[in-house]
């Protein structure tokens, strides 16, 4: 008795092929079918960068409804990597979108470096703390102080810096970790 061996498809040729079939008709079953398969890894994602389950919750549904339109006008070699970059974006994007506080300021995801426990006070001294986070600015050296306000208050990503300040992205980052380093030595002083 001979066992015939069965091919198991590759995941990702079903996926090219219902995104093939939800470009054709718009059909956001069809969509939804290829976004299910994903939810978990994309919550995940989402959870990572967002850190509150309700908003990665929303994150999820919202890039959903992105999906309906990109889906069908960008051009997919991998669907399960492709969603992840969406997701990574979409969550990047709603940070940047955020107003910064003086309590994230000094976010340790943000760059690498130890929490900053006197900012986390009442309001009172949280404007006074800033006021003197100005000041602390101001005695930076000129590469630091660039960086570090384009960044933290300008919102600017690295490579907006290197492009706008002519620096190289080593050096950003250097700029960036001692200026912080700086500013947390200055704020000490204060304390």
Request: net charge negative; proline share 2%.
């Amino acid at each position: 008795m001979f066992l015939k061996l069965r091919r198991t498809s590759d995941p990702s040729d079903d996926e090219q092929d219902l995104l093939r079939e939800y470009r054709e008709t718009g059909d956001l079953r069809i969509l939804g079918k290829l976004y299910e398969r994903h939810m978990e890894m994309l919550y995940a994602v989402c959870y990572k960068y967002l850190r509150d389950e309700d908003e990665a919750k929303d994150a999820v549904m919202a890039i959903f409804e992105e999906l309906i339109e990109k889906a069908r006008t960008h051009t997919i070699a991998n669907w399960k990597s492709w969603l992840h970059s969406v997701a990574k974006n979409y969550c990047l994007m709603q940070l940047r979108s955020e107003k910064i506080r003086v309590d994230d300021f000094f976010d340790d995801d943000r760059m690498e470096s130890a929490v900053f426990p006197h900012l986390q006070d009442d309001s009172a001294e949280k404007e006074s703390t800033f006021r003197y986070l100005e000041k602390c600015l101001e005695q930076l050296n000129p590469e630091q102080k660039t960086t570090v306000s384009l960044f933290f208050l300008k919102e600017k990503s690295y490579r907006q810096i290197t492009e706008e300040t002519g620096y190289d992205p080593n050096q950003v980052k250097s700029y960036l970790q001692n200026g912080r380093r700086n500013l947390k030595l200055c704020m000490d002083n204060a304390s």
